[in-house]
């Protein structure tokens, strides 16, 4: 039996639609033991994104960005936030869009990309759906400053970092992006050899 078969939405209230959509809705959930449960679940909807960790593997070097992030202050992280380079598809598909996003917040032109996960972030709550990609990258892919889009608030640092201090980063808490993190650990284990600290397990 699909999970489709096992939902019945009763209820769906648009409670925002201001940024994205927050909804609340009311359905019953058959449970493992044939009974029927009446739940309530609020969702937002931001739409699918992706994200891309550009690795040099001569250099053992990757880039990360650094921003400010809402959220992040407001339940205490008192800093600018690293991450790996990341936006919304907006209707496009994952792979240009992430070209197109990195160049903007990078000022790096991706030439080879490839998607090596996707994973749903926070389902708890949170309907989107992350496409992860990896690229290698040489410094002179670099044509334009980056940023980000200063009309939507961005003020974007670029970073290159060798990957031994990200994956000490990540231990130290000065990485605290769960996609970042991620992308990381994924190129610990397939894209990088040698050294590998504490905390970082084996394929």
Do not use: C
Not at 10 to 27: A, G, H, P, Q, R
Not at 138 to 158: C, F, K, M
């Amino acid at each position: 039996m699909s999970i489709a078969h096992r939902v019945h939405i009763e209820d769906v209230t648009v409670l925002s639609d201001n940024w994205y959509v927050l909804k609340k809705t009311t359905f019953s959930f058959l449970r493992n033991d044939g009974s029927w449960q009446r739940q309530s679940r609020e969702t937002y909807d931001r739409g699918n994104g992706a994200t891309i960790l550009l690795y040099d593997p001569k250099r053992r070097t990757v880039i990360l960005t650094r921003q400010f992030r809402y959220p992040a202050f407001v339940n205490g992280h008192d800093d600018l936030l690293i991450e790996a380079p990341a936006g919304l598809l907006d209707n496009a598909d994952p792979e240009t869009r992430i070209r197109a996003e990195t160049e903007e917040e990078t000022g790096f032109q991706v030439r080879d990309v490839r998607q090596v996960f996707d994973a749903f972030m926070s389902p708890g709550s949170v309907t989107e759906r992350l496409h992860f990609f990896v690229g290698e990258y040489q410094p002179g892919d670099r044509t334009s400053a980056g940023g980000g889009n200063r009309a939507e608030g961005e003020d974007i640092s670029v970073l290159e970092i060798d990957i031994d201090d990200g994956l000490t980063m990540i231990g130290s808490g000065a990485i605290r992006d769960g996609k970042t993190i991620m992308l990381l650990q994924y190129a610990a284990l397939n894209l990088f050899s040698g050294r590998r600290p504490a905390g970082i397990l084996s394929p």
